[in-house]
């Protein structure tokens, strides 16, 4: 004796017709249209592992919200690094002589993102999440060189 089951509108069900809850559910959500604005539709997911030991648990914690020391202090030296592009640009539209402002400006930035580079090197797992330094006098002149034009 086989067992009955009800489909969504109360029919009795039996054999290989049946749907599962969790079936019908998915079936009825897609009419409904509820899986339409989602995310990624019709391109593949992106996969956040990178083979490690610890990519689940930076997936968990990414997904909870949080994030590992050293991932946050790559982000504030990526942070950094944007805005250094941005003091080179300025002096670039601005063109020579550069201004005083923009070289501490520079120095400043340079300052903060070798911090982090050092802390960076002592909370990264590896040592390919370091960064490099950077070097003040080379980056001086490359302020100087994008003011010339």
């Known amino acids: 004796m086989s067992p009955i089951r009800r489909d969504g509108e109360g029919r009795r069900e039996a054999g290989s017709t049946w749907e599962s809850l969790i079936d019908r559910q998915i079936?009825?959500?897609?009419?409904?249209?509820?899986?339409?604005?989602?995310?990624?539709?019709?391109?593949?997911?992106?996969?956040?592992d990178d083979?490690?030991?610890?990519a689940l648990a930076h997936h968990l914690l990414k997904q909870a919200g949080f994030?590992?020391?050293?991932?946050a202090t790559a982000g504030e030296i990526?942070?950094?690094?944007?805005e250094r592009d941005a003091v080179v640009a300025r002096a670039r539209g601005a063109g020579?002589?550069?201004?005083?402002?923009?070289r501490a400006a520079l120095l400043d930035?340079?300052?903060r993102i070798n911090a982090l580079v050092l802390r960076l090197e002592v909370e990264a797992p590896t040592a390919g999440q370091h960064h490099r330094r950077l070097?003040?006098?080379?980056e001086l002149r490359a302020l100087e060189a994008a003011a010339e034009g």
């Open 96 to 102: 020579p002589p550069v201004r005083e402002r923009d």
């Open 51 to 54: 083979g490690s030991e610890l």
């Open 67 to 71: 994030a590992p020391g050293w991932i």
């Open 109 to 111: 930035l340079v300052g």
């Open 78 to 82: 990526r942070t950094l690094l944007v």
């Open 135 to 138: 070097d003040p006098a080379a």
């Open 27 to 48: 079936r009825e959500a897609m009419a409904a249209g509820e899986f339409d604005d989602l995310p990624y539709q019709g391109q593949r997911i992106p996969i956040d």
